[in-house]
C-alpha cells in the first residue's frame, strides 16, 4: 500500500459526460501528480499541484481540469467526456524539500480505471 | 522534451533465472534522476529502483540492479533470481532535475515462467 488513495476505482459514464476523480496524497505529501495511461499514448503526465497551486502542465486537454484543495486532497475533473478519454488515471504524491527540489521518489495511487461508452 | 525508449515490448524468463531489460533516453540535460517502475496486474506502479546521474556507482536494490551508461544514455535494468512475483509491467522513466514530472517508455511486459 503506498499510502495514495483514489477513488473511484473504476468509472463507466457516457460521452458528453462529466466526472470528478479523487485522489488523497500520503500523510505529509505536499505534492500531487496526475497522470493517464492508455493504450495508445502510454503514460503520460498531466498537472502537478503543490500545496494548493498548480505548478505544472503536461499534455493536460482544455476539457480536463484539476485543484488541490486546503487539505491537499486532489480533484481531476474530466468533461465533455469521448470515447478516446478512457484510460487509467494515476495520482502521485511526493514530498518536496526546502529548496524547492522533490524527494525524487513518488508514490502512485492504485489509479481509477475510466470507461466512456 | 525528453524521449525514453525501451525496445523490447515482451521478455519471459525462467523462475531463477536472469533477464535484463533496456532503456535508452535522449536529454540534452546533465543533472536528472532515472527510475525503473513496476505495474504488476494489480495496476499499482511501483518503484523499483532509482538512479542519480550524478552518481558513477551502479545502484542496486537487492535482486535489482541497473546497468547506467551516461555517455550512451542507456539505463538497463537486470533481475537477478527471477520469481514468479516479478512477473509485470516494467517502464523505465526519466526526470529532470527540479521538474518533478516522470516522462516513461511505453513499457515492457516480463512474464516469469515456472
Same mark, same amino acid.
Not at chain 1, 61 to 83: T, V
Not at chain 2, 33 to 51: H, N
Not at chain 2, 95 to 105: A, E, I, N, R, V
Given at each position: 500500500?503506498?499510502?495514495?488513495?483514489?477513488?473511484?476505482?473504476?468509472?463507466?459514464?457516457?460521452?458528453?459526460?462529466?466526472?470528478?476523480?479523487?485522489?488523497?496524497?500520503?500523510?505529509?505529501?505536499?505534492?500531487?501528480? %496526475?497522470?493517464?495511461?492508455?493504450?495508445?499514448?502510454?503514460?503520460?503526465?498531466?498537472?502537478?499541484?503543490?500545496?494548493?497551486?498548480?505548478?505544472?502542465?503536461?499534455?493536460?486537454?482544455?476539457?480536463?481540469?484539476?485543484?488541490?484543495?486546503?487539505?491537499?486532497?486532489?480533484?481531476?475533473?474530466?468533461?465533455?467526456?469521448?470515447?478516446?478519454?478512457?484510460?487509467?488515471?494515476?495520482?502521485?504524491?511526493?514530498?518536496?524539500?526546502?529548496?524547492? %527540489?522533490?524527494?525524487?521518489?513518488?508514490?502512485?495511487?492504485?489509479?481509477?480505471?475510466?470507461?466512456?461508452? | 522534451?525528453?524521449?525514453?525508449?525501451?525496445?523490447?515490448?515482451?521478455?519471459?524468463?525462467?523462475?531463477?533465472?536472469?533477464?535484463?531489460?533496456?532503456?535508452?533516453?535522449?536529454?540534452?540535460?546533465?543533472?536528472?534522476?532515472?527510475?525503473?517502475?513496476?505495474?504488476?496486474?494489480?495496476?499499482?506502479?511501483?518503484?523499483?529502483?532509482?538512479?542519480?546521474?550524478?552518481?558513477?556507482?551502479?545502484?542496486?536494490?537487492?535482486?535489482?540492479?541497473?546497468?547506467?551508461?551516461?555517455?550512451?544514455?542507456?539505463?538497463?535494468?537486470?533481475?537477478?533470481?527471477?520469481?514468479?512475483?516479478?512477473?509485470?509491467?516494467?517502464?523505465?522513466?526519466?526526470?529532470?532535475?527540479?521538474?518533478?514530472?516522470?516522462?516513461?517508455?511505453?513499457?515492457?511486459?516480463?512474464?516469469?515462467?515456472?
Amino acid at each position: 500500500d503506498s499510502g495514495v488513495t483514489q477513488t473511484p476505482k473504476h468509472l463507466i459514464t457516457a460521452t458528453g459526460q462529466r466526472v470528478t476523480l479523487r485522489c488523497s496524497p500520503r500523510s505529509g505529501d505536499l505534492s500531487v501528480y %496526475w497522470y493517464q495511461q492508455s493504450l495508445d499514448q502510454g503514460l503520460q503526465f498531466l498537472i502537478h499541484y503543490y500545496n494548493g497551486e498548480e505548478r505544472a502542465k503536461g499534455n493536460i486537454l482544455e476539457r480536463f481540469s484539476a485543484q488541490q484543495f486546503p487539505d491537499l486532497h486532489s480533484e481531476l475533473n474530466l468533461s465533455s467526456l469521448e470515447l478516446g478519454d478512457s484510460a487509467l488515471y494515476f495520482c502521485a504524491s511526493s514530498v518536496m524539500d526546502r529548496r524547492g %527540489w522533490m524527494n525524487t521518489e513518488a508514490f502512485f495511487g492504485q489509479g481509477t480505471r475510466l470507461t466512456v461508452v | 522534451a525528453q524521449t525514453v525508449t525501451q525496445s523490447q515490448p515482451e521478455m519471459s524468463v525462467q523462475e531463477a533465472e536472469t533477464v535484463t531489460l533496456s532503456c535508452t533516453y535522449d536529454t540534452s540535460e546533465s543533472n536528472y534522476y532515472l527510475f525503473w517502475y513496476k505495474q504488476p496486474p494489480s495496476r499499482q506502479m511501483i518503484l523499483v529502483i532509482r538512479q542519480e546521474a550524478y552518481k558513477q556507482q551502479n545502484a542496486t536494490e537487492n535482486r535489482f540492479s541497473v546497468n547506467f551508461q551516461k555517455a550512451a544514455k542507456s539505463f538497463s535494468l537486470k533481475i537477478s533470481d527471477s520469481q514468479l512475483g516479478d512477473t509485470a509491467m516494467y517502464f523505465c522513466a526519466f526526470m529532470k532535475q527540479g521538474d518533478y514530472k516522470l516522462s516513461f517508455g511505453a513499457g515492457t511486459t516480463v512474464t516469469v515462467r515456472a
